[in-house]
């Protein structure tokens, strides 16, 4: 609502200053559009990256600065104009306005609601460029960041402050280790802040994943940032800058936030596109030479901070697209080559019905260990390395049946690791419950459950424990190493629970 | 023609400050239609930075302008007035692509787009 009495009192201002200083502005000529780039005569005191406003109230980015033109990126439809039209320049740069009021909303890059609820509240104007924190403002990844994806939390933990890629093919679940990595944060007794930014994609799928992260209470410390495939590609290539502009706002304030990037392929592709028709050198594929920096400069602004500059942090998890699995395509290897860890989806595994389909020997992640706490890193120290024996066991066994009984062991425990790593989409699972399952699987505890009743057999004995043996759920809620004794307790009433089941 | 060359009949077409009408029959009959729109180009480019606009709300309002001053902060440069009486009153400058507002609508507008701002 606005405050009459304000208004009046900021008209009085204004007039008292009218006659004190006069109002500068650099006004430029429309030349010509050409799809979305207008060329713009004029504007000599333009930089790069400001942002100007065009006679119909359109607003632009300056991207190239010419001897005797300026290029400027349409960040709306911009039917209306035409050339002479004039251009004005704001003397800011592009910004975004960040604030609380951002929480449960779904915006486009410039900060505007899509969700056709109110207006968003005037807060702080982030800017869409900024130079990441230096190294004094830092300090190492070491909190976790809980997936509630069992083969995640044990095997490629991720930190907070952690870059970690999720790539794959189409249709593998990349979005969905996302979505659940963002449900799965409602279980922090503070919720890290998380922000979608879908890039490139369809209306539908945008919905869809919002409606999910309604439905299952997410949004409410979610912030979805959409620049569709039928927005303008500069949009598109705002799009991550936006997002992480608002995370910076949450991280200046010390909060914790999760960023996921779905997914930079497009972004490479909306930026190629900006690139060709402002006529820059076209390189390898087609992308400009600064495609590379495109990508480093938006992942390094991921951060954990250190106490004395509030200890927030920003994690990214990009995602992006390969096609028919090749990970050595130029975009997937500088996206591997910026980002401290990869999660690698394969459609093999997807088509054999491992969901989530990780490929184990080429995710990796380089920084998370340090932030994986004791109790998960005490049972889970022998699982990436009993599955890499089985994968190789596995392919030998094939050529021949005369296998000795340790083998025959190795393999039956690799496929029950296997088993248990599967995990449905949406059911992401708290930290006790995932070491139950992993500590039940290492320690033999499940060789003798039938393959088929596997997920049945987990999900009745989480329930089971968390019922009746809630101090073994509290004592894993620690994170602190197993003990013998807890180690004890989980045995006993795994075996407790098991002979209820097999009867 | 590359860019030097279109500058080089830009210059040749002024006598003094004045634009020369005979040579610019001349320079604009021997070139190509494309050389001719860049040849324009460079001609308005020339006007631009060797004048300077003065709009005012009213021909009144001349004599309110302290025109030694204005020839002061602009030497070398020639004054053109025009009229604009949606000014209401001040004076707006355009100096190349520089706009100086001195005026109560540009003023007005500008609170208005502080208050949208604020306010939204």
Redesign the interface.
């Known amino acids: 609502?606005?405050?009459s009495s304000k208004?009046i009192e900021?008209?009085e201002k204004?007039?008292m200053?009218?006659s004190e200083e006069?109002?500068?502005?650099?006004?430029?000529k429309i030349e010509k559009n050409t799809d979305g780039i207008i060329v713009v005569?004029?504007?000599?005191?333009a930089q790069m990256g400001e942002e100007v406003i065009f006679e119909d109230g359109t607003q632009g980015m300056v991207l190239n600065l010419d001897e005797?033109y300026v290029s400027v990126a349409l960040l709306s439809g911009g039917e209306s104009l035409r050339e002479g039209a004039t251009v004005k320049t704001t003397g800011r740069m592009i910004s975004i306005n960040a604030s609380a009021d951002l929480l449960g909303r779904i915006i486009n890059p410039l900060g505007e609601p899509l969700d056709g609820k109110a207006?968003?509240?005037?807060g702080e104007q982030m800017p869409i460029e900024k130079i990441a924190a230096g190294v004094v403002e830092r300090e190492p990844v070491n909190t976790p960041l809980k997936t509630g994806i069992k083969a995640i939390d044990a095997m490629i933990p991720i930190g907070r402050g952690q870059r970690e890629l999720i790539i794959g093919d189409r249709g593998l679940g990349k979005t969905a280790i996302a979505v659940d990595t963002i449900i799965n944060q409602k279980q922090n007794k503070k919720p890290v802040i998380c922000i979608y930014v879908a890039i490139g994609q369809k209306q539908s799928s945008i919905a869809q994943v919002a409606d999910k992260l309604q439905e299952l209470g997410a949004m409410g410390y979610s912030i979805v940032v959409a620049a569709g495939a039928s927005d303008p590609a500069s949009l598109q290539y705002l799009a991550p800058y936006a997002g992480t502009a608002i995370a910076e706002y949450f991280l200046k304030k010390g909060e914790d936030v999760l960023i996921v990037y779905d997914d930079l392929t497009k972004h490479a592709w909306a930026y190629r596109q900006i690139s060709l028709v402002l006529r820059r050198p076209a390189g390898r594929e087609a992308y400009p030479g600064d495609i590379f920096y495109l990508h480093s400069r938006l992942l390094e602004r991921a951060v954990k901070l250190n106490s004395k500059n509030g200890g927030g942090s920003i994690t990214a998890l990009p995602i992006i697209e390969t096609q028919a699995n090749d990970i050595s395509a130029y975009i997937p290897t500088n996206v591997i080559s910026i980002t401290d860890g990869q999660i690698y989806l394969q459609s093999d595994l997807f088509n054999s019905g491992i969901r989530p389909a990780i490929n184990v020997g080429n995710s990796v992640s380089r920084v998370g260990g340090s932030a994986q706490t004791g109790a998960m890193k005490s049972v889970a120290g022998k699982t990436r390395l009993e599955l890499a024996q089985y994968a190789e066991l596995a392919a030998f066994a094939q050529f021949g049946s005369d296998l000795d009984a340790a083998t025959l062991a190795q393999l039956e425990r690799g496929k029950r690791t296997t088993e248990i790593l599967k995990q449905p989409q949406y059911k992401p699972l708290p930290e006790p419950l995932e070491i139950l399952s992993i500590f039940a699987v290492t320690n033999g505890l499940l060789d003798d459950v039938p393959l088929e009743d596997f997920h049945k057999f987990e999900q009745e004995c989480h329930a089971y424990i968390t019922k009746n043996y809630k101090k073994i759920i509290e004592e894993l809620s620690t994170g602190q190493k197993i003990t013998e004794a807890v180690g004890k307790e989980i045995k006993e009433a795994t075996e407790k629970f098991k002979k209820t089941f097999l009867v | 023609m590359t860019k030097k060359q279109i500058d080089k009949l830009t210059l040749a077409s002024y006598k003094g400050n004045k634009l020369n009408i005979k040579k610019i029959y001349k320079i604009t009959s021997g070139i190509s239609r494309r050389d001719l729109k860049m040849y324009i180009y460079a001609l308005k480019n020339w006007e631009r930075k060797h004048n300077v606009e003065i709009i005012i709300p009213d021909e009144k309002y001349k004599r309110n302008l302290n025109l030694a001053m204005i020839k002061r902060i602009f030497p070398e440069k020639e004054i053109k007035y025009s009229i604009d009486s949606t000014l209401t009153t001040g004076v707006k400058i355009i100096n190349q692509d520089m706009v100086y507002d001195f005026n109560l609508k540009d003023t007005l507008e500008d609170i208005v787009e502080h208050i949208r701002a604020q306010y939204d």
């Open positions: 609502m606005i405050d208004i900021k008209l204004g007039l200053t009218f006069p109002r500068m502005q650099s006004v430029g005569s004029g504007l000599y005191k005797d207006k968003i509240k005037q």
